[in-house]
């Protein structure tokens, strides 16, 4: 690390989940690379991890992967194991595996059982384990950062009633682990992204009537894109964020003033 660079990162592991789409966790794994770090990729698509892992490469970075369901303890655990084997520590979490889940058209969509259940598998267990088996790693060299990837139905309630609750539950995680992990050397902040082009967005922004009114919403008029998130995942992740703890960064382009 130089002292003249806080954003340097070389030296430094990154694991990722949810990185195998064209999403926030993916392009936060390029960024970091770009800026040193060593990133390791957890997703289910175990072509797409190759793919992403290829491009990293490709432009000079470290890469590898470990294909398994981040929903899943087992999955957590042995991702982390592999990483620390591979790259010899971890440092960095960018947790970002996650769905939207149920479209909510109804009372019946709203209190679906089997909804929430996989709702919370797939949003907050994945936080949760990635964590548990995570953090002391990250303690080790006392730069750890762990960044979960919230969502502004955290603030505002825009979401399904499942995808609400997961996202709320990140934001109180988030500051109770600020306080827990923080004398241990990780710092837990994490990142609330506002309408960002995504795959999983993206067929919205095809709509003209739908995407019209969602930038009538945001005062820079205009909907986010993953630069704008893995730019700020760089920030949080990096020294140029050394006092920074239990803390929430949001990236809506002025929609939840």
Known sequence: MTTDNPYDLSGRVALITGASSH?????????????????????????K????????????????????DASQEETCKAAV????????????????????GLS??????????????HMLAVNLDS????????????AKNGVGAIIPIGS?????????????ATKGAVRALTQKWGKLLGPKGVRVNALYPGFIDTDMTHRATEVESYINSVIA??????????DDCANAVLYLASD???????????IDGGELA
């Open 49 to 68: 991890l190759k793919d992403a892992c290829a491009e990293i490469e490709e432009t000079g970075g470290v890469a590898s992967y470990y294909a398994g």
């Open 127 to 138: 936080v949760f384990f990635m964590v548990k088996y995570g953090w002391e790693e990250c």
């Open 217 to 226: 919403r945001i005062p820079l008029g205009r909907y986010g894109t993953v």
């Open 104 to 117: 909510e058209r109804s009372m019946e969509d709203a209190f679906d059982t089997e909804n929430w259940r």
């Open 23 to 47: 999403g926030i966790g993916n392009q936060s794994a390029k960024i970091l690379a770009a800026h040193g770090a060593k990133v390791f990729l957890v997703a289910r698509r175990e072509e």
């Open 152 to 164: 502004l139905a955290s603030w505002h309630a825009a979401g399904s009633t499942a995808y609400t």
């Open 240 to 250: 140029a964020s050394s006092f920074m703890n239990g803390q929430h960064l949001v």
């Open 81 to 100: 194991e592999k990483c620390v084997a591979e790259f010899g520590r971890l440092d960095i979490m960018v947790l970002a595996a996650g769905i939207s």
